[in-house]
């Protein structure tokens, strides 16, 4: 049973470049949440999608939008990168109906420098 | 909006017990999770609760009191590999799933 995916692993931008993270939910999963890790910090909601819809939005400017695939994929999209969007990057899926519902399951992460 | 506040750093002995609290103020609640997660891995999850009391699951045990915004987690015959940090997120009655997290709480075990 594969879990939560994501690529790449690493990359390194450049200030006003735009930049695309990609994530696998795991297996039977419908809902994706993306979220934005600065060193030393805790996680920080972005977006939320089910049913391939933003579903609910945390404190981000527009320049970071999002897409859900009929598959559940979903990919995480930053225009006009800052410094500081520098972070990991972690995608959490989990399933509205289940056995379990409330459990979200991690992303290994993708790690965004911006120089 | 949520706040969470929980210490930014606990040194513990291997073997002895810790706990780690995690004091919130949301405007709605829908549980509180308890993850750990190591230097440049993914967070995993540890503990669910939504009620008052104590949830305990091995060597981990979690408490919530919902009236004062409370909760800890109790790690019990600590190993140097429970060094880590360890996030306390809340979920509100808003959104699917969606997490405010604190800044988390890095524990060192020393020998």
């Known amino acids: 049973d594969a879990g939560v995916t994501q690529s790449p692993t690493h990359l390194i931008k450049t200030r006003g470049q735009q930049v695309t993270l990609r994530c696998s939910p795991k297996s039977g999963h419908d809902t994706v949440s993306w979220y934005q890790q600065a060193l030393g910090q805790g996680p920080q909601f972005i977006f939320q999608?089910?049913?391939?819809?933003?579903?609910q939005r945390g404190n981000f400017p527009d320049r970071f939008s999002g897409h859900q695939f009929p598959n559940y994929s979903s990919e995480l999209n930053v225009n006009a990168l800052l410094l500081g969007d520098s972070a990991l990057y972690l995608c959490a899926s989990s399933l509205v109906r289940g056995a379990r519902p409330y459990e979200q399951y991690f992303g290994p992460g993708t790690r965004l420098t911006v120089t | 909006g949520q706040n969470i506040d929980q210490p930014t750093e606990m040194t513990a002995t291997e073997g002895a017990i810790v706990q780690i609290n995690c004091t919130y103020q949301?405007?709605?609640?829908?549980?509180l999770f308890w993850y750990q997660q190591h230097a440049g891995e993914a967070p995993t999850f540890l503990s669910y609760n939504v009620l008052d009391g104590l949830e305990e699951k091995g060597r981990f045990s979690s408490f919530l009191s919902r009236s004062k915004g409370y909760s800890y987690l109790l790690l019990k015959e600590l190993q140097m590999k429970d060094s880590a940090s360890y996030l306390c997120?809340?979920?509100?009655?808003?959104?699917?799933?969606?997490?405010?997290f604190g800044s988390g709480t890095r524990l060192q075990v020393q020998p």
């Open positions: 949301t405007s709605g609640f829908n549980g």
């Open positions: 997120a809340v979920r509100g009655y808003t959104g699917r799933r969606a997490l405010t």
């Open positions: 999608y089910y049913e391939e819809e933003e579903r």
